[in-house]
């Protein structure tokens, strides 16, 4: 029952208003009892003094002793209710006084931390992310009360306001470098051309295309990216095979693997059941593995693509021969601009998007994606994993 008035802020108001009255109360009693004598002893004396003659008018008609006593009872009685009234209004006084110091003190304890968090708000606005407010039940005890739980719950959206923040400035720079190189380039070549020191041949067009090429992926990935990022987009779920889908993404690189020279083997189960998937997206997933794969293997080098049952969910390995992963980098794939060996890769158009989108898309799927290499120069093995049921 305590706990209730300490960790509930509707309590604690309830058990301040009851302090206040309290307070009231106790400070209204002392005054009394200690003002009512001192007022009656003075009233007493002011009227014995009138009593005794000193300021008594000298009466003009003799009076009988009854008139004396009634005149007396009522002397006696006006000055008991004007000293009472007289310590009341005292005591009164005091008592406000009290009542309105104590509500201020309680007012303070919950009003503070409110303008805290307005002020913390008003200075995050401003663009300060690493405004945070202290948090006084963590500090003195563990009890949370609905105060502490907003402040906990303004720190936690600050973290995140500050995280999204970091994100934006980081992609902003990522973005600016992504389209600060082609475009570097594609202005060298035309300086070059206007100048007369390229010469304007097949091959100088050639390049000036690759380039803007780059830039048009580039632009299109990171469309994609930012769609993925924020989930604007939905999954059309229908039955598919998944083999079928790895054959199309075979014969559309067919091309591409007979002209590098490296050698597709496939390994699929033929016993795997239908599962409900967007084929777009689990196309848009294999192509970017195998893609990768071929991008990343030697003339001569070899890449697998098996398919298998685990319990509930099929799993779909990409293998290749190829430059390998070196340990430290296989956590950083998926993350967006993220080249393992970034001349290499940007050289051959590798934009470091295509596994951040491949990740949100299997996770999208409820599926998971890892990828495992014992090292550079060791050749590399992609898996991914939909689930089987709908
Ligand atoms: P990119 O467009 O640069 O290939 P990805 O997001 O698809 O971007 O891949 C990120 C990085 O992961 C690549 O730049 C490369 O360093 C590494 N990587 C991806 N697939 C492979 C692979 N099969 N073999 C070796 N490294 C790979």
Not at 66 to 78: P, T
Not at 225 to 230: K, Q, W, Y
Not at 343 to 370: C, D, E, F, N, P
Request: glycine fraction near 8%; charged fraction near 20%.
């Amino acid at each position: 029952m305590l706990s209730y008035f300490r960790t509930h802020l509707a309590g604690r108001v309830f058990l301040s208003y009851v302090v206040v009255v309290l307070v009231g109360i106790i400070v209204l009693a002392t005054a009394t009892s200690l003002s009512i004598p001192a007022a009656y002893d003075r009233h007493m004396s002011g009227m014995s003094t009138m009593m005794s003659g000193g300021n008594m008018p000298l009466a003009p008609a003799p009076a009988t002793g009854a008139d004396n006593a009634q005149e007396m009872e009522v002397e006696l009685f006006a000055s008991y209710q004007t000293s009472v009234s007289e310590a009341l209004a005292l005591a009164a006084g005091a008592a406000l006084i009290a009542a309105v110091l104590a509500s201020l003190l309680i007012s303070r304890q919950v009003v503070g931390p409110v303008q805290k968090m307005m002020l913390a708000s008003h200075r995050i606005a401003e663009g300060e992310y690493a405004e945070r407010i202290a948090v006084p039940g963590i500090v003195h005890s563990n009890q949370l009360d609905e105060l502490d739980q907003l402040a906990l719950s303004f720190n936690q959206m600050a973290d995140k306001l500050e995280k999204t923040e970091l994100m934006r400035r980081q992609l902003l720079g990522d973005v600016s470098h992504e389209l600060r190189t082609p475009l570097t380039a594609i202005k060298g070549y035309m300086e070059g051309l206007m100048d007369g020191v390229i010469s304007a041949s097949p091959e100088t067009y050639q390049q000036v295309f690759t380039e803007a090429d780059r830039l048009q992926r580039l632009v299109n990935d990171l469309q994609e990216l930012s769609r993925v990022e924020a989930c604007a987009f939905s999954l059309d779920l229908k039955p598919v095979s998944i083999n079928n889908l790895i054959e199309t993404v075979a014969s559309h690189l067919g091309r591409q693997f007979d002209e590098k020279g490296v050698h597709l083997q496939m390994k699929l189960d033929d016993n795997l059941p239908e599962l409900a998937a967007d084929p777009d997206r689990i196309l848009q997933v294999l192509t970017n593995l195998i893609g990768n794969a071929l991008q990343y293997t030697q003339p001569g080098g070899n890449i697998y693509i098996h398919t298998t049952r685990n319990q509930n969910e099929v799993v779909i390995t990409v293998t290749d021969t190829g430059i390998g992963i070196a340990p430290d980098q296989l956590p950083n794939i998926y993350k967006r601009f993220y080249r393992a060996d970034k001349s290499r890769s940007r050289t051959s158009g590798g934009s470091g998007i295509g596994l951040t989108i491949a990740q949100a898309l299997v996770k999208a799927h409820r599926g998971r994606i890892w990828a495992e290499s014992p090292g550079e120069g060791k050749g590399s093995s992609f898996h991914f994993t939909l689930p089987l049921e709908a």
